[in-house]
């Protein structure tokens, strides 16, 4: 089964307005942490954004922010007032646990390619 | 700033190669990852490291090989390199202990011919 789902593969948004980007996770540990990367055309992963699983509020970072729904297991992320440059795939990740006492590594979702239009 | 460097941005081999990729950071990170991306499958992790000379194999391991001579630098290894292969491959590296941070390099574009 998926660790990450990321169900739209593509999406559309006008410029100013605002996306969500939706991601669910699957895992059976207390402790997880979620984060979202933007790729751009370039290639580099660019770390936009990170919720831990015991944070009581929903993570911010400038016009991201983390819709975090536990219960659901639910962590879309939203992006405000959307730019020409958001343009890009956006990747939602998990790193659950500890992996031989050390950090573990992240679980990739397939991404999503946003497509921002003037 | 954190800075993950790649040896090469794009890399044209042939069949039956041997192929090397380099990742280095400057920030003293106990961890580093390699992964690799392909369309519609998103990342994934091919082997880590947590410290010197410790490696662990991560989920697409057969056909690569790693080695960490040195914190700074976790290099990734095609014994023979073949067509599958073909593939982006990024680097990582992030903190033991710190769980709300992975940086990646720019990554490495390898076509295998």
């Known amino acids: 089964a998926q660790k990450i789902t990321q169900t739209q593969p593509g999406m559309f948004v006008q410029e100013k307005e605002a996306v969500t980007l939706d991601c669910t996770y699957d895992?059976?540990?207390?402790?997880?942490?979620l984060f979202w990367y933007k790729q751009p055309s370039s290639g580099e992963m660019i770390f936009l954004i990170y919720q831990g699983s015991y944070d009581e509020q929903n993570a911010t970072e400038g016009r991201y922010s983390l819709n975090f729904q536990k219960a659901r297991k639910s962590a879309n992320l939203v992006i405000s007032a959307s730019q020409l440059g958001d343009s890009a795939m956006y990747f939602c990740?998990?790193?659950?646990?500890?992996?031989?006492?050390?950090?573990?590594?992240?679980?990739f979702g397939k991404g999503t390619k946003l497509s921002v239009k003037p | 700033d954190v800075k993950v460097t790649q040896s090469s941005r794009y890399l044209v081999k042939r069949t039956g190669e041997k192929v090397f990729l380099e990742c280095v950071q400057d920030?003293?990170?106990?961890?580093m990852f390699w992964y690799r991306q392909d369309p519609g499958l998103g990342l994934r992790l091919i082997y880590f490291s947590y410290d010197v000379k410790m490696k662990e194999k991560g989920d697409i391991p057969e056909g690569y090989s790693v080695s960490r001579e040195k914190k700074e630098r976790f290099s990734l290894i095609l014994e023979s390199a073949s067509t599958n292969q073909t593939s982006m491959y990024l680097c990582?590296?992030?903190?033991?202990?710190?769980?709300?941070?992975?940086?990646f390099g720019p990554g490495t574009r390898l076509t295998v011919l």
């Open positions: 990582a590296s992030g903190l033991a202990g710190r769980w709300n941070e992975q940086f």
């Open positions: 895992t059976s540990d207390q402790s997880y942490g």
């Open positions: 990740a998990m790193r659950e646990g500890y992996y031989g006492g050390s950090q573990g590594n992240l679980i």
């Open positions: 920030m003293d990170h106990e961890n």
